[in-house]
C-alpha cells in the first residue's frame, strides 16, 4: 500500500496525525498530491496541538514549513518551538533547523546543536544529518552521517563521501558514493561515474563509469549522455563492454544508441 493509500485509510479511521505523516512520507517521495493532502490535514491537527500533543505540534510545524506558503512561518515556528519544549525529537530538529538559519527566529547556532544533538540521541535520523553537518569534531561528523545514513538519508550518504574524499579517504568515499548513487542521488551516480572514469578510489573503469552515466541520463541529466559518447569515441569499452555497461545501467536501448560512436 502506498504512502497516500495509507494516509487516506487513517484519515478515514479519523487518526489524523497518523495520516499526516504518511502524507508527509508520500510527499517526501516526490508525491504532490501528498503534498497538498499534508497541508489539508493541518486543521485536524491544530486542536490535537493545541491540546498538547507534542507529535501533532511537531508533525503540523514541519508541514507547515515545507508545504504552507510563508504566511504559516509564524505558525511553524510556534509549534517547532512547543513541541522542542515538550522534548519531541522531530519538534527539537525543527527548532533546530530554524535557529539554525535564522528563519522566522534569530540566529543561535549553540542552541541549534545542542537540539540536534539531543534529537539525535533520541534517534531521529535527520537530527543526526544535521548535526553531523554543524559538529567541529571530524570524527563525530563521520559518525553521525553513518547513523543518518542508515536511517535512510541518501543525502547524507553523499555528504559524508564528500567528507571522506577531503581527507583522501577515497576508497571508502566512492563506497558511500555509490551507497547513494543506487537510492537515486544523481550528484552521486555522476561522482561515481567520474571516479571510475578517472580511477579516484579504485582502479579505472570505463564499463562501470559509462553504466553510472547512463543512469544519469536516465534520471534526466544529459550530461551523462554526452560523458558516455566521449568514452566510446576515445575506445575505452568495445561493443560488448558497451552492452554490458546498458544491462547494468537497466538501459539496453541507451547503451545501444552509443555503439555508431565506437572509433
Known sequence: M????????????????????????????????????????????VPLADAGSADAAA????????????????????YARASAGAGHPAGQRTYGYLLQSG?????????????????????????AFNLGQVTDDFDESLALLRTAADGGIEVAGAVLADRLSSVDRDEEALRWYLWAAERGHVGCMNAAACWYRDGFGTAPDPMQAVRWFLVMSAYGNGDGVHESIQLVKAGALDEAGIREAGRLAGDPGAAEALLPFLP
Do not use: C, K, N, Q
Open 59 to 78: 508533525l503540523l510545524a514541519g508541514i507547515l514549513l515545507e508545504y504552507a506558503d510563508e504566511s504559516e512561518l509564524p505558525r511553524a515556528v510556534a
Open 103 to 127: 528563519i522566522g527566529v534569530e540566529e543561535d547556532p549553540l542552541a541549534a546543536e545542542g537540539l540536534f544533538r539531543a534529537a539525535a540521541e533520541a534517534g531521529d535520523a535527520f537530527a
Open 2 to 45: 502506498d504512502h497516500v493509500e495509507t494516509g487516506r485509510r487513517a484519515a478515514d479511521a479519523g487518526d489524523w496525525t497518523a495520516a499526516g505523516h504518511a502524507f508527509v512520507r508520500a510527499a517526501m517521495d516526490g508525491s504532490t498530491e501528498g503534498a497538498e493532502l499534508a497541508v489539508g490535514v493541518t486543521d485536524r491537527l
